[in-house]
């Protein structure tokens, strides 16, 4: 069974939303693992990777938009709206609105959320049925720009 930790940030913005992720992604990605990050759309998936590009001078985060079928260099993150292959379960990031199919395959998951009704309401529903399976959950809120365990 996977660990979970959601991370809810006191902004409603989608933006302030992808730039916390694309630095979450980054130290993953450093720390030699090779996530997948699940959204709800291609439009999604595309301003996330423009995001992954831009968001900090000289970070390089080697990623693409998953098609369907597994790149041949694992060595990458993906992108995408439907079950990760194989080789990119072990970390998921969960943007969607949807709880990841394959979430029981995973090593950890990392919902993030904002502070919107919407994304908080997908976000404990998602808990619920993770703690009724009894795993391992973690939280973490953004009160006044210092994260705090729950």
């Not at 980054?26 to 699940?38: A, M, P, T, W």
């Not at 990623?63 to 060595?75: A, R």
């Not at 995973?106 to 976000?123: F, P, Q, S, V, Y």
């Amino acid at each position: 069974m996977p660990e979970v930790t959601f991370y809810v940030l006191n902004s409603e913005s989608l933006y302030d939303r992808y730039l916390f992720a694309c630095k979450l992604i980054e130290k993953v990605y450093n720390s030699g693992k090779f996530c997948y990050v699940l959204l709800d759309s291609i439009e999604q998936c595309q301003r996330l990777d423009d995001m992954l590009w831009t968001f900090r001078a000289g970070s390089f985060i080697p990623h693409q938009i998953f098609n369907g079928v597994p790149p041949k260099i694992t060595s990458q993150i993906l992108l995408g709206t439907q079950n990760p292959p194989a080789d990119w379960r072990t970390v998921i990031f969960n943007l969607s609105s949807q709880m990841p199919e394959i979430w029981q395959q995973a090593e950890r998951i990392l919902e993030i959320l904002d502070n919107g009704e919407t994304t908080k309401m997908a976000g404990r529903e998602r808990y619920r049925i993770y703690k009724n399976t009894g795993i391992k959950i973690e939280t973490n809120k953004n009160e006044n720009g210092v994260w705090v365990k729950m």
